[in-house]
């Protein structure tokens, strides 16, 4: 008989903030490249609607002692039944006796793990005196992305929010965004707003499914940070291939970006060698250089791995066990 706490979204939202996550998630990365840590192969699956997937990430971190798995699915058009396009699960076991620790909700998790890893990218690749952010996607991603990248930079000035898809979104969302961050925040619906939003920007977000690249090349100033969480599937892309062949590259795992990431065209297409692409977990942990100058153009590919999700669950789960909260379970 195994014993485990089961944690719901509402007790992981009393205990868990985004100062909490992006630690999570750095140590994440800084455990993997230091090979006290190892991811699973990703399990990956589109359904044939095109309006929904799941996918299976998982790892073990030896260093923080537990194993497990989280799967999420997006479905797209939860939207009319009034229901998060994202869901997830998530399972901690013990990487000692091989127990389930915790199942906990991993909607929330992965909403804020995401957005803070745009925020590590952001932490370890922008300019520090960058002023300009853009957010390229307005769904449940969306705000995290804003909420870690404003946490660590502490020098931006103006927000703007773009989404040229759907009208109407962009609006709302930087209604919300502006009550939020106490600024004001400008909403973009166009291409060609959107080209002139790039321009100006010091730190571009993107979080959309897009299977086409969005931003072109030569809208990107010198000087630009991208931090990409959009491509996380075989196929998907939200940047110009060319962008990324003249931009200095960063991975959150190397195998899966040039396989399911924003990396994988270029990759493919031959714009872009593996060996010049650097796990961010390097940066953070002094072994490889991040941004060497102001003119050059950073990518964070960030493509999600489990490792995240699993650091930031073992944190709630200890947070949990001292505070009291969650029900104990036996299976």
Not at 83 to 103: A, E, H, N, W, Y
Not at 253 to 263: A, F, K, P, R, T
Not at 265 to 276: D, I, R, T
Request: with cysteine; hydrophobic share 40%; charged share 25%.
């Amino acid at each position: 008989m195994q014993e485990f706490l089961l944690i719901n979204q509402e007790e992981i939202s009393s205990i868990l903030d985004m100062e909490t996550v992006i630690t999570a998630v750095e140590k994440a990365y800084a455990l993997k490249v230091s090979g006290q840590a190892e991811l699973f192969p990703i399990v990956c699956h589109e359904f044939k609607d095109e309006d929904s997937e799941f996918d299976i990430k998982s790892g073990s971190m030896d260093g923080a002692g537990v194993f497990g798995m989280k799967l999420v699915s997006a479905f797209y058009e939860n939207d009319a039944y009034g229901l998060p396009r994202l869901m997830g699960t998530i399972l901690v076991f013990d990487r000692k006796t091989g127990q389930l620790k915790s199942m906990m909700d991993g909607t929330l998790i992965t909403n804020m793990r995401t957005g803070a890893a745009g925020g590590v990218g952001a932490k370890y690749l922008a300019r520090p005196d960058s002023e300009t952010v853009l957010l390229l996607g307005t769904g449940a991603q969306g705000m995290p992305l804003l909420r870690a990248t404003l946490q660590v930079m502490k020098h931006i000035k103006r927000i703007i929010v773009a989404n040229v898809h759907t009208s109407g979104k962009a609006s709302e969302f930087a209604k919300n965004a502006a009550a939020e961050f106490g600024m004001e925040v400008e909403a973009v619906e166009t291409l060609a707003d959107l080209e002139r939003a790039v321009r100006s920007s010091d730190i571009i977000l993107t979080a959309t499914p897009s299977k086409e690249a969005i931003i072109q090349a030569d809208w990107v100033k010198p000087g630009t940070h991208l931090s990409c969480i959009g491509s996380d599937m075989e196929g998907k892309q939200e940047l110009d291939v060319d962008l990324i062949a003249k931009a200095k590259t960063f991975a959150d795992d190397l195998n899966q970006v040039i396989s399911v990431g924003e990396c994988e065209k270029a990759v493919k297409q031959g714009l872009l060698k593996p060996e010049n692409i650097t796990e961010i977990g390097q940066v953070i942990l002094g072994n490889a250089p991040g941004r060497e100058n102001d003119e050059e153009i950073t990518i964070f590919d960030s493509t999600g791995i489990g490792l995240q999700d699993l650091m930031t669950a073992a944190m709630i789960a200890d947070k949990a066990k001292e505070k009291n909260i969650g029900t104990s379970l036996k299976i």
